[in-house]
């Protein structure tokens, strides 16, 4: 397994006690756009890179036309918020093409996370409803009860009680494997239709993690996104419905989160 993931540091740290932050490409790359979010407003600092012959068999082609490899990145940020706490933040390009390599990743990380002490891990996604959503909820699950407790008392939260459904991912799979290492995780899935980038459901994600984490970020690009959309949905829905198909599957597909 460790043959085909391996992970290039490039800084030497010195954290605390840090949590974790996991935002990789889902549904309505919610995860993603919170991470990257913070790691652009607060300045986090790059310290490595996992590469694994388990990503798809692509490159991706930047607007310069040079490519990029498929990758995960680490940042940490130092003192976070009111609580001074120091984070560990994943993002990248990629997840795991198939059943074999999401596993083995997760694990793979986890393993990671583990040996430079995270204490806690927070994972971030979308929870697809396949239709248009007025106000985004922020669905929860986690590997212990103490932290679902602790997140159903800030505004806006709750947990899918009507059919339950499945993490599809790293989001699910990484707080399996903290578990098994007696490491707290969370999940926070904001409702999304799936069918973009959903900068509303990172948004109502954010305003949780803020509560949570006793820190902020400024908005403004984020609010700007979101306004952009919606001019651009309102636009959709004034054309005929063609080209409309979506690597999204059905509303039933959108229960599940990546």
Do not use: W
């Not at 927070?122 to 922020?138: A, D, P, Q, Y």
């Amino acid at each position: 397994m460790a043959d085909k993931n391996k992970i290039i540091q490039t800084k030497e740290l010195d954290l605390e006690n840090p949590i974790v932050l996991e935002g990789l490409p889902g549904i309505g790359f919610v995860g993603k756009f919170v991470v990257d979010q913070i790691i652009k407003k607060l300045d986090a600092t790059k310290f490595a890179e996992l590469k694994s012959d388990y990503f798809p068999p692509q490159v991706t082609m930047k607007e310069n036309g040079l490519i990029e490899h498929m990758k995960n990145e680490f940042y940490y940020i130092k003192d976070l918020g009111e609580n001074n706490q120091d984070v560990i933040l994943l993002t990248g390009n990629s997840q795991g093409s198939d059943f074999e390599g999401q596993t083995a990743i997760s694990r793979y990380l986890m393993d990671y996370f583990e040996d430079l002490g995270a204490t806690k891990i927070f994972t971030l996604g979308g929870l697809g409803t396949g239709e248009f959503v007025e106000n985004n909820r922020v669905f929860v699950a986690a590997n212990n009860e103490e932290m679902i407790k602790e997140v159903l008392e800030i505004d806006n939260t709750l947990i899918r009680k009507e059919d339950g459904g499945a993490i599809i991912g790293a989001s699910g799979l990484l707080l399996y494997y903290a578990e098994e290492k007696n490491i707290p995780g969370l999940c926070l899935m904001g409702e999304t239709p799936g069918f973009f980038i959903d900068a509303s459901a990172a948004k109502s994600v954010l305003l949780v993690l803020f509560e949570l984490l006793n820190f902020e970020i400024d908005l403004d690009e984020i609010e700007e996104q979101i306004e952009e959309t919606q001019k651009r949905i309102a636009a959709t829905q004034k054309l005929p419905p063609m080209g409309m198909e979506q690597p999204v599957q059905s509303p039933d597909d959108l229960r599940y989160i990546g």
